[in-house]
């Protein structure tokens, strides 16, 4: 167990997604990449492994999703029809519209170590026999288009993609669509009605997007980080991959800390991790003065956790049964010199904004959140309006929404009236928000 | 079927719908917004949620949406679950927190879907306290309203306009909770169906212009069932009236004929009916002055002069005309003096359509069933603009490929936004051939240009290609044989082919080759008859031709040429009675103008102004379809019975009453023609093949516990007031005699008599406790999508098939030898401008355009016409001047010119000549008001 005044990222753990990134970020070439041992897991898959064998290998690792859902990276794959007759063309789509507040993880990939990702693309796509791909950019992601072009034009000149690969019998096509930049595009059918050209608004389910996806075909979407660890599990093997995590689930991740700590950042440690090292050990805990007054562990639209909840390993289902979600694992800091209320006005503000509009409780219940909240904050509001809040989380809750935005979007509302209700009180009580 | 259980009680239901439709079907009440029965499930507005239970232990239970759920068997459900029942109120109250409550001025109050479902839901206290969102409206053009701040956001109305309509101009812009549906800007909406807009839209976001220009609620509308009778579709409608004057036409659900949907030539071309010139009174010529007279003094005038022994009194029928005015006329005059109305190239034209129909090579099919077919050829027919909501129909046959596409990976054809995701852009083949471009283009597979032999002469080579016993076409290009290989290859590999074709060439060939190809299907296919369905001009002219179909020379130009004849001969001097004709319409202004010439006498019998009006030396002022009730037998020989939805105005009577009073009482022919009962029985005792008609012959006397049906809703208000300032006495009442139908407030609503004995053909208006709006209709059908309860008033007619109707195969026509330095001219029909009594309705007059003409861009160099240029065109003793267009689009060697062009009438074909006048002075006056 790391002390927890060392920095995590000087623990020898292994760090096969970051590992070769720079520390100045800027890109692997091909070759540097090659040189720390890049594109052997797709030399590998494609000279050595039937497709069957890949998929068999990832679904063994129990790789789970990393855009925050964590479902099983292998059986998502095993929903799309495979066999001779299914129907083609079949697309892998890769989501990096990473728009999560306080997440920045797949940047960081795409910036530092573009390869990675189109490796595990390839690999992938060889798996599900998918000839064409994208890979879905935030809009703002400028940089990471830069390199993750030039990263493709040099893959194809060097047969990693394009057609008979690495003289294989495989093709494919692998292109960067920049997206105009919405939340919503985030959701896998947004994204592909988006990527058709259309609304992104999100697409009823099912069908799935295995079964009918991007123009009607199989689709698979994965997230950035998910398929970058695709490389490396077929190189070195899913008992390695499975060896990595301390708790019960496999593999790596990349935690990211913001708020008012000493430093905050990104850092890849071992799944089931517990929280406490990435908060104290990597970022160093709260900066002078500060007091940690609770956080939100995956993101915006992940529910509170309080310092109590520290010791916790990082794992999705031991922060599921604490009463959150692990998300993204990219933990906001609340702290004592900073309004509850206000931070959830401001986040429920973002997530009013980026409704697509579909359905009713998300367009027409956000904004209504978000002017309780701002009553609240105001010192205008009443207790009558902190029962109309907690009600209207349990109707934007799962099931009652099209999509998963809704609510993702309740869940810091409903945690903050749980553990921060006092702070509600106090600003309906004084008529004043006791931090102005 | 499957049993499902909901709220403890048991229920059989269809498996494949979803648990809205199953819930619906059975009457329950479920609130739901995005849901539509004709656009199916998006799960958008969660309005329908209701409660699922796993088992029978569990308490709990889960929220699921109805509408995309599918039914099972054995589910467990519960719609008046509290947690199902808040969560409900709760999407109401969510929903609302936009909308601006303005019901007392929304034109939708008071058949608000949006009103009913609040209600419904049990939302009654706000708690939202926040600003309201504003927007801009737009101005849609003379039929739609817009008024986006009422907008909840439920999409039916893009889905309906985009996806379902094909129409292109309307979007949703914006996000999250300020999402707009308009155009990218002002102007009016380029969909010939916007109007279903109105009753698509669950609020006041979308209404009927024509309406709110002189407003009334829907409570205060007087209703009837009626027919359109704009084209030959026979859609069935329910137009409204207050204070004498009709204010709208509503759809009136039909799933064989209509379905849910009309186009705006059908929705928005009522307001001829109040025509500020109608006649409302008799009148004669006395001495060169028209001069009103009463009602009996006309009768018994016109008795006499028709019991004058020294004249020959002819009639000539309409085919706007109901079948019961037409006989009497024809029992009037007598069978071989009575003339159809129509030239002589219309009248041929509407005997070889049904002489075709009649052939037994092919199955009429109504739209209903037009939308199952997997291949369709449109041989020569611009059905967008001459039978509209037909196209709607082609539309959703070509579409529905991608449901079969959906189907085979599982998804059910309801749930809409998934259909569409996984059909992409699978679309059943559809062909075209005409003669310029036309909106259902873009669908199809291929279209053919030509000149209508042309088009004639590829119908030929598919039927040879189908069938190599059909005689081969000489002289085809490869591109048109390898075209007709094509559509043959189609025609034969489907299991519904559909020939759609008709009358609006006047292309005899065009008829033969249609049925050349359905002989030809027939013949290879075995199983079963291929499709056809067959467009007239006019609302019913097939029932006009079935009352003429068995003399010869019984046409307008024959009746012509009777009078001229006797007039220069010094034969029997010839009176004519017409009937609600036009005969300018019909024939050039000449020849009209000898006709009156001749004729010692004439009497017009007709509810609107006209050339002819003002020819006739006595005018008996009819009742307009507003004011009738009557059979109109459509294209697919549907006979529908329509009723009046108000009580004509001063002296007005309809046709077969005048006739009926007329007669003098020597003919004891006109005997059955003292009510519509009888009259009607009359009609299918006249011509066997209208016997079936039998089945509309709707009992009068039917009463619910002693009491009729109201036209009105019993909220009506005001009654008492209207004529208070003429006296305080309330009047008594119009007396209908003539149905089970009451004018005005009087009897019970038809929903008492829809759950006692029900007569589905007299609904006069949609509406049912709970459900103000038109979505109450699901109340009335058997189930979601179904018939109406009860027998219809309407029948489709067994047309007698008749072998020696089964011509062999027929020579083609050879291929058009052109005329040096001329082009042929083919007039156009235009949805906007070519009925002539739409286009007396202000909203139709601004959507027609100006008649123009269309040239191909090799012959406009030919002949040295530039784009800017003003027109001469020659024929005959003809000289018009036009405006032109250059487009690739059509045909070659041809002028295509708006069929709304006054000096066109009775010339569909002709050879002209065409010469530029120099540069266009209106465009170039346009420019440059525009530059400034």
Not at chain 1, 50 to 72: H, I, M, T
Request: glycine share 8%; proline share 5%; with cysteine.
């Amino acid at each position: 167990m790391a002390d927890s005044k060392t920095r995590a990222t000087d623990i020898s753990y292994e760090k096969p997604l970051t590992g070769m990134i720079r520390s100045d970020r800027s890109p692997l070439n091909l070759k540097d990449y090659r040189q720390q041992g890049g594109y052997q897991g797709l030399e590998k898959a494609l000279k050595s492994m039937s497709p069957n064998q890949v998929l068999d290998e990832v679904k063994a690792s129990n790789l789970r999703g990393r855009g925050g859902a964590g479902f099983p990276a292998g059986l998502k794959w095993s929903f799309m029809p495979r066999d001779d007759n299914a129907p083609r063309p079949r697309y892998l789509v890769c989501n990096s519209d990473e728009m999560e507040p306080g997440t920045f993880k797949d940047r960081l990939l795409m910036e530092g170590n573009p390869h990675q990702l189109i490796e595990g693309m390839a690999c992938t796509a060889y798996a599900l026999g998918a000839e064409i791909a994208f890979i879905f950019l935030r809009d703002e992601y400028a940089v990471a288009a830069a390199n993750i072009n030039h990263a493709l034009k040099e893959a194809y000149d060097a047969g990693y993609l394009g057609s008979n690969m690495l003289g294989s019998a495989f093709s494919l096509e692998l292109h960067l669509h920049t997206s105009a930049g919405r939340y919503i595009c985030g959701e896998e059918t947004a994204l592909i009605n988006s990527l058709e050209g259309k609304r992104a608004n999100p697409r009823a389910k099912p069908p799935f997007p295995q079964v009918s996806g991007l123009f009607g075909q199989p689709t698979v979407v994965n997230n950035c980080e998910t398929l970058c660890n695709i490389g490396h599990i077929i190189a070195k093997g899913a008992d390695w991959f499975k060896s990595l995590g301390r708790g019960d689930d496999s593999g790596t991740k990349i935690m990211g800390v913001t708020g008012n700590v000493k430093r905050t950042g990104l850092w890849e440690l071992p799944m089931g991790t517990p929280i406490r090292e990435l908060f104290e050990g990597c970022a160093g805990g709260m900066i002078e003065g500060y007091e940690m007054r609770g956080f939100l562990p995956g993101g915006a639209s992940t529910d509170f956790l309080l310092p109590e909840h520290l010791d916790l390993a990082f794992d999705y289902d031991v922060i599921g049964k604490a009463g959150s979600r692990m998300g993204t694992a990219s933990l906001i800091i609340l702290d004592d010199h900073t309004c509850p209320v206000a931070m959830v006005k401001n986040l429920t503000h973002f997530f009013a904004q980026e409704s697509c509009g579909w359905c009713t409780p998300c367009r027409d219940g956000l904004p209504w959140s978000e002017q309780l909240l701002d009553k609240i904050e105001r010192g205008e509001g009443t207790m009558e309006d902190l029962d109309t809040l907690a009600w209207q989380c349990q109707f934007m809750g799962p099931g009652n929404t099209f999509c998963a935005l809704a609510p993702g979007a309740a869940e810091p509302i409903q945690s903050a009236l749980k553990y921060f209700r006092e702070d509600f009180e106090r600003h309906i009580n004084e008529g004043c928000c006791p931090w102005h | 079927m499957a049993k499902i259980t909901i709220d403890g009680i048991s229920y059989q239901v269809d498996e494949g719908q979803n648990l809205l439709q199953a819930c619906l079907s059975l009457g329950l009440d479920l609130p739901y917004f995005c849901w539509h029965p004709a656009l199916g499930s998006v799960g958008a507005c969660r309005q329908c949620a209701l409660i699922q239970y796993q088992n029978e232990d569990d308490q709990r239970g889960r929220l699921v949406m109805s509408c995309m759920t599918p039914v099972g068997e054995g589910q467990i459900l519960s719609i008046n679950a509290e947690n199902a029942v808040n969560f409900r109120a709760g999407v109401i109250e969510t929903l609302m927190t936009n909308h601006p409550h303005d019901c007392p001025v929304c034109e939708e109050g008071g058949e608000c879907h949006l009103q009913d479902m609040t209600v419904m839901s049990g939302h009654h206290q706000r708690r939202y306290e926040g600003q309201k969102r504003t927007f801009n409206n737009q101005n849609l053009g003379p039929c739609i309203g817009h008024e986006m701040n009422r907008c909840i956001t439920c999409y039916r109305c893009l889905r309906y306009y985009r996806d379902y309509a094909g129409g292109e101009d309307l979007h949703a812009m914006a996000s999250r909770n300020k999402i707009y549906f308009g155009r990218f800007q002002d102007g009016t909406l380029e969909s010939e169906f916007s109007g279903n807009l109105v009753e698509v839209c669950p609020t006041g976001v979308f209404t009927d212009k024509t309406l709110s220009r002189d407003y009334s609620r829907k409570w205060d509308l007087q209703c009837a069932p009626s027919v359109c009778v704009h084209c030959s579709l026979g859609c069935n409608t329910s137009p409204g009236e207050r204070y004498g004057r009709l204010k709208r036409v509503q759809n009136r659900y039909n799933n064989e004929v209509n379905g849910h949907f009309l186009c705006d030539r059908g929705r928005f071309g009522y307001d001829f009916v109040n025509h500020n010139e109608r006649p409302l009174q008799p009148s004669i010529v006395n001495n060169d002055a028209k001069k009103e007279i009463s009602s009996q003094d006309a009768i018994s005038a016109l008795q006499a002069k028709l019991s004058d022994d020294s004249i020959c009194w002819i009639g000539i029928g309409s085919p706007r005309a109901t079948l019961e005015s037409n006989l009497a006329l024809q029992r009037l005059v007598g069978a071989e003096r009575f003339f159809s109305g129509l030239n002589r190239q219309d009248e041929a034209i509407n005997q070889s359509l049904l002489k075709l129909m009649r052939s037994g090579h092919g199955e009429t099919v109504s739209m209903q069933q037009a939308e199952q077919a997997d291949a369709i050829l449109i041989l020569g027919e611009d059905i967008t603009n001459t039978a509209p909501r037909l196209a709607l129909s082609v539309r959703q046959a070509v579409r529905a490929a991608g449901r079969a596409k959906a189907e085979a990976i599982g998804i059910p054809a309801w749930q809409d936004q998934a259909v569409q995701i996984a059909g992409q852009d699978a679309h059943h083949p559809l062909y075209l051939s005409q003669s310029h471009t036309s909106k259902l283009d873009g669908l199809a597979k291929e279209t053919f240009l030509g000149t209508p032999t042309e088009q004639a002469r590829l119908g030929f080579a598919i039927a040879h290609a189908i069938c190599p016993d059909a005689p081969p076409v000489s002289g085809l290009t490869k591109a048109q044989s390898a075209l007709a290989e094509d559509i043959a290859k189609d025609l034969i590999k489907a299991k519904n082919p559909l020939l759609i074709s008709g009358a609006s060439y006047g292309c005899l060939a065009i008829i033969e080759a249609t049925e050349q190809i359905l002989a030809a299907l027939s013949k290879v296919r075995k199983q079963s008859l291929p499709w056809l369905t067959l467009v007239f001009k006019e609302c019913n002219s097939l029932g006009l031709a079935l009352l003429n179909h068995r003399g010869q020379e019984n046409c307008l130009d024959d009746a012509f040429q009777i009078a001229s004849h006797s007039a220069s001969n010094g034969g029997k001097k010839i009176a004519a009675v017409i009937l609600e004709n036009d005969l300018y319409q019909r024939a050039g202004t000449e020849s009209v103008d000898q006709f009156f010439a001749a004729l010692v006498d004439s009497v017009v019998i007709d509810y609107l102004p006209s050339s002819t009006l003002d020819k006739a030396e006595m005018v008996l002022p009819a009742a307009s379809f507003a004011e009738s009730q009557g059979v109109i037998v459509n294209n697919e020989a549907r006979g529908q019975m329509l009723f009046p939805v108000y009580p004509g105005k001063g002296e007005i009577k309809m046709a077969w009453q005048w006739l009926h009073l007329v007669a003098p009482q020597t003919n004891k022919a006109l005997a059955d023609f003292a009510d519509a009962r009888s009259a009607l029985q009359a009609c299918l005792q006249a011509e066997p093949m209208l016997a079936a008609l039998e089945s509309v012959l709707v009992d009068p006397d039917l009463r619910y516990k002693g009491m009729k049906i109201a036209r009105m809703s019993p909220r009506s208000s005001g009654r008492t007031a209207m004529l208070a300032q003429v006296s305080v006495h309330e009047p008594k009442q119009t007396v209908d005699n003539e149905s089970a139908l009451a004018f005005t407030m009087e009897g019970v609503p038809f929903t008492a008599m829809a759950a006692g004995q029900p007569s589905g053909g007299l609904m006069p208006f949609s509406w049912y406790p709970g459900w103000n709006s038109n979505q109450s209709i699901h109340k009335f059908l058997q189930e979601v999508g179904g018939p109406v309860k009860g027998a219809a008033a309407g029948v489709r007619l067994s047309l007698h098939s008749h072998p020696d109707l089964n011509t062999e195969w027929v020579e083609p026509p050879k291929k058009p030898r052109g005329k040096a330095d001329h082009l042929l001219l083919l007039t156009t029909a235009q949805i906007f401008g070519s009925d002539e009594l739409s286009v007396l309705s202000p909203a139709i007059a601004e959507r027609s355009k100006p008649a123009q003409l269309s040239l191909h861009p090799e012959d406009a160099n030919a002949f040295n016409i530039k784009a800017d240029d003003l027109v001469q065109v020659s024929f005959d003793h003809h000289h018009i001047q036009l405006s032109v267009v250059i487009q690739s689009e059509q045909a070659k060697r041809v002028a295509l010119i708006s069929d709304t062009t006054p000096e066109l009438k009775g010339h569909s074909e002709a050879w002209i000549k065409v010469r530029s006048l120099g540069t266009n002075p209106v465009i170039v006056s346009d420019r440059r008001e525009n530059d400034v």
